[in-house]
């Protein structure tokens, strides 16, 4: 649960996902960021202003679904780590985009295992994507069973 | 030596201070006894939260190298690292070592910006090798590049519970777990979910009873608590590990404070015994300045913050011309302000409250 480990439950992401005709028309992002803290980068990071500007450093970021294009750059400018892209548009699968700060990198194509928010393995997925980002952040591109995109967020490499 | 403006601590708090004042001018001698300026930031290898006119998103190591490069291009300051100032004497001049040399300093101003010391707690083989403060596994893993331990057990889920444990997931090591004695992780829940999601235990009301091994720790005796924090007997479980990692707190460090005879308030939200000081972080002490977490255990956007405006009010009181020095001020106060401002930060505003509330706040 957020307020005792951290982890957003389903009801906290249905909040603040973009309505029907977004998800299936768009790569879209997910912020999971549910706690007022003294944090502003994503805002600027946006290149289209989908990401809304902040009245209060400490509130939490808005998003004008319309204008997002997808395109992940907020992921690696986040310092929480805490931003998503999800792909929901894909023929017979989803792609999800996540922060990645460990080495060695994953290769693409490669077969790793989909972990869920509670790091539990729930699916097969494939890398996609290894992109470098910034900061030294790199982004991961994952093909994941559809209907999975909300439910990956981090993966295992399989030894 | 003499100095218009001695700075003792080069972290964020000290170095923000010492570069704000030498641009108006003033000369100014920052000491700090780590083999590098920086502090705690060059243990910092995280990304920055705050403000993006600040130094959101930057890694704290980041931070250090553009702070030192500044104050190395500054003619006005002098920095000197492994010095460490060891006392204040009466007729106002300060005893600094280095190697094995020592120097007098005087100086006209004064920052203790020290920062703080790790606090412990009390478990059966709490002296057993392996057991380590979250400072020191920081130091050896991310600025001597020595891995502390190969399967680690973190006690605290506050900020730097969460932020050494996923550090030490990068460098290499297996996280165990993390317990937390409190019902909920006190850090921000993003750092608790990155761990999560990577599949990291995080036992919340749960506290360490005992480190087991004989000469060094092979693992450790866990027990969930009640209210009181006292472990529940049957609760008790074991898990495997070579290295505990103690996170559970800071206290501001004010021993040079206290020797100078500045008045002292204990303030638990502060972090514990705290000088009083006021809005330019001046304590009763004319000329005696206190920035960072030597004046409240808070977080580093914070203390350079409170760093410029020491630097500002010392650079003032000097007779420099600081053009426009109300409107800075006022601005570096308001941004402090935004800064303590949500939920979270709830102990600081009660604690500054109290503070003003304090005879002879200043």
């Not at chain 2, 005893?95 to 020290?114: C, E, F, G």
Request: glycine share 10%.
């Amino acid at each position: 649960m957020l307020k005792i480990d951290g982890v957003p439950q389903l009801k906290d992401i249905e909040k603040i996902l973009p309505p029907e005709e977004i998800r299936e028309s768009k790569p879209y992002v997910v912020i999971e960021c549910f706690q007022k803290i003294p944090c502003d980068p994503c805002h600027s990071a946006c290149p289209t202003g989908a990401i809304l500007p902040f009245e209060n450093i400490n509130d939490i970021p808005k998003v004008d679904y319309h204008k997002c294009t997808g395109c992940g750059i907020c992921i690696s400018m986040c310092p929480g780590l805490a931003i998503f892209v999800v792909d929901e548009t894909r023929d017979g699968y989803d792609l999800i985009s996540l922060p990645y700060e460990f080495l060695p990198l994953p290769e693409k194509d490669e077969k790793v295992k989909g972990l869920n928010r509670s790091g539990e393995p729930i699916c097969n997925a494939t890398v996609e994507r290894v992109l470098k980002g910034k900061r030294k952040t790199r982004v991961i591109t994952l093909k994941v069973p559809k209907g999975y995109a909300h439910k990956v967020r981090f993966f295992k490499r399989i030894e | 030596m003499n100095t218009e403006f001695l700075v003792i601590g080069g972290g964020p708090a000290g170095l923000s201070a010492g570069l704000k004042a030498a641009k108006y001018g003033v000369k100014v001698l920052i000491v700090d006894d780590g083999i590098s300026l920086g502090g705690q930031l060059i243990k910092q290898t995280h990304k920055f939260f705050g403000s993006i006119n600040q130094f959101a998103s930057i890694r704290g190591i980041e931070i250090a190298d553009k702070l030192i490069e500044q104050g190395k291009q500054n003619q006005n300051i002098r920095m000197m690292e492994r010095t460490t100032v060891v006392g204040y004497y009466d007729d106002g001049s300060f005893i600094a070592t280095r190697d094995d040399k020592s120097y007098v300093i005087n100086a006209q101003r004064v920052l203790v910006a020290t920062g703080a010391a790790e606090r412990v707690v009390p478990f059966r083989n709490n002296d057993l090798p392996g057991v380590y403060g979250a400072g020191a596994v920081q130091t050896l893993m991310n600025l001597y590049g020595v891995l502390p331990g190969e399967n680690v057990l973190m006690i605290g889920a506050g900020n730097i519970g969460l932020i050494v444990s996923y550090q030490l997931l990068q460098a290499g090591s297996k996280m165990v777990g993390v317990a937390e004695a409190t019902s909920r992780c006190g850090g921000y829940w993003v750092h608790a979910a990155k761990l999560k999601r990577i599949g990291i235990p995080i036992w919340t009301n749960t506290t360490i009873v005992e480190a087991l091994g004989d000469n060094k720790v092979r693992g450790a005796r866990l027990a969930k608590v009640d209210k009181n924090f006292s472990p529940i007997s049957g609760s008790e479980f074991e898990v495997a590990c070579d290295t505990i990692c103690l996170a559970v707190g800071l206290n501001p460090l004010v021993d040079l404070l206290w020797q100078a005879g500045c008045e002292m308030a204990y303030i638990p939200e502060l972090g514990g015994d705290i000088p009083l000081r006021n809005e330019d972080m001046e304590t009763t002490r004319r000329g005696f300045y206190v920035a960072g977490d030597a004046a409240a255990i808070e977080e580093a956007t914070s203390a350079m913050l409170e760093g410029e405006l020491v630097g500002l009010a010392v650079a003032n009181s000097l007779g420099y011309k600081v053009p426009d020095y109300n409107k800075q001020r006022g601005r570096i106060i308001s941004q402090l302000k935004e800064l303590r401002g949500a939920e979270i930060s709830q102990h600081i505003r009660k604690g500054i409250e109290k503070l003003k509330q304090t005879k002879n706040y200043a």
